[in-house]
């Protein structure tokens, strides 16, 4: 009953649950129905499993076997079952101020940079015990409730699946994102141009885009940067004001708020009024 009654009115659900923690401002921009929202949704009904017979389901998570890990002007090759005792090693040259590591015939440097690549490699690589748990709990939780009230409520769209159902063509937005107002961090000649991409794609009105490369090379600095211009679109007055979404494992939201912190300027990151809902934050 519970996701029912989220599905038929999200706005009027979450304020129900969260007014006596949160102010009324917040909550009213915490939930946006889009024009393109409406269009697509059809109305509420009960799930369907798609019949999709040329689409196979993988029994196993894909991770691969090897991490090319950036190093000054090139690459290290590391292995996925070393990755944890490299990052020991490297943290114990660090507190012992060495300048690097040497691995087998592989000579690593010993600083922060290297230490939070090999840290995001292994958090990725290696979720805990207990969040394993906790996600194998939620999932029986889930599929109980199933069984208890039937199939689960969801909102029938149009799913462009086996025929486009739904198309809407981008719109040319009437400015470019330029400002870079709180930001410290200098980009890379990589990064940069990374940054302006996404900014043209935002300008040309796509729904979306997807920025793929290899770890530890600043996908998420990009990522930051690209943010603050929307924020600083929204402050001088050129865009109305939204909430942005960060969606990313639990394990990594963390790290996305210690780089907001690292990334902009102390004033400007104390100025935006973030809302963690993970972990011990709900």
Sequence with gaps: KTREEFVRNPKSYLKQRLEKNYDEPLLENLFVETLEYSQKVLGIGEYERP???WVKVEKEQWIPDEYNIPIGDGFINIKKEDIEDIKNYVQEGLEKGESE???RDKKI???SEVLETLQKLSSFIKPDAKKKDEEKQSIKTDRKEEEKGGKSIVLKIEENLLMVGFRKEPQKRPFELKTDIGVISSLKKHQGEGLEWLSKAWHQGLPGVLLADDMGIGKTLQGICFI???INAIREKLLEKRPILIVAPT?????WDEEFRKHLDDTFYK????LKAYGNEL
């Excluded at 394990?251 to 790290?255: D, E, H, S, T, V």
């Excluded at 100025?271 to 973030?274: F, K, T, V």
Aim: glycine content about 4%; overall charge positive; hydrophobic content about 50%.
């Design 51 to 53: 019949n999709l017979p």
């Design 101 to 103: 590591i040497s691995w």
């Design 109 to 111: 440097p010993a600083n």
């Design 228 to 230: 603050t211009r929307i």
């Design 251 to 255: 394990g990594l939201l963390a790290n």
């Design 271 to 274: 100025s935006l009024n973030i």
